[in-house]
């Protein structure tokens, strides 16, 4: 089966660094996306990696190592909007018939 | 400007009573997608779809039925059969093409059960 595994819940100070992981089991990879969502909203694009490596769009990076199926977002300069629930999200199948599932999702809390 | 609408914000339904929640887009994406989330937990699966006339059972089927008749909606229909069907229910759409799977999302629909 598909299966994704992200921490619960991570606490950080405005103005910290902060990683949440990400790994998975699945079969038929086709990349690893990460997403936003406040309480009461709808989920966010944030970012995706398609090869190794690590990508960056202003204070979010995201890396994938597909050998170790494990990826992690990195959020800087932590601000209290981003106070939040982060979810990892894998494009798994072929390109005729793919599905995107989500992992559990990992709640930030960002303090003063 | 382009998006994916999600009708009604709030839904209420009686014991024993199918309801059908819209989803529309007009990003011109072929696959769509319909997830459940419940309190503090992910979003799962219930069908997603490729193509117009064909769709696929998710992690959760059981209970939902849906169709895909036109390229822009989607409707999902939460059937008596589904015994908890209290949840947030989100509709999204992607391209099918590339490697990005970026996915739209519409504000949702929050259903309960009176």
């Known amino acids: 089966g598909q299966s994704l595994e992200q921490p619960s819940e991570v606490t950080a100070v405005e103005g910290a660094i902060v990683q949440i992981n990400c790994t998975y089991q699945?079969?038929?990879?086709?990349?690893l996306s990460w997403y936003q969502q406040h309480d009461g909203g709808a989920p966010t694009f944030l970012s995706y990696?398609?090869?190794?490596g690590l990508e960056e769009t202003g204070r979010f990076s995201s890396f994938l190592s597909r050998s170790d199926s494990y990826g992690y977002l990195l959020l800087q300069e932590l601000q209290m909007k981003d106070s939040a629930s982060y979810f990892c999200?894998?494009?798994?199948?072929?390109?005729?018939?793919?599905?995107?599932?989500f992992g559990s999702g990992t709640r930030l809390l960002v303090r003063p | 400007d382009g998006g994916i609408t999600q009708s009604p914000k709030y839904l209420f339904r009686k014991e024993g009573q199918n309801v059908t929640l819209s989803c529309e887009q007009n990003?011109?994406?072929?696959?769509m997608y319909w997830y459940r989330q419940d309190p503090g937990q992910g979003l799962r699966l219930i069908y997603y779809?490729?193509?117009?006339?064909?769709?696929q059972k998710g992690d959760i089927a059981e209970g939902y039925s849906v169709s895909r008749e036109k390229k822009e909606s989607f409707p999902l229909t939460v059937t008596s059969a589904q015994k908890n069907p209290t949840a947030f229910y989100l509709c999204?759409?992607?391209?099918?093409?590339?490697?990005?799977?970026?996915?739209?999302f519409g504000q949702g629909t929050r259903l309960t059960v009176v």
């Open positions: 999204a759409s992607t391209r099918t093409g590339g490697l990005n799977t970026e996915a739209f």
């Open positions: 699945t079969s038929g990879f086709y990349g």
């Open positions: 999200a894998v494009r798994v199948g072929m390109d005729s018939s793919y599905k995107l599932i």
């Open positions: 779809s490729q193509i117009v006339n064909d769709f």
């Open positions: 990696n398609g090869l190794d």
């Open positions: 990003l011109n994406h072929d696959a």
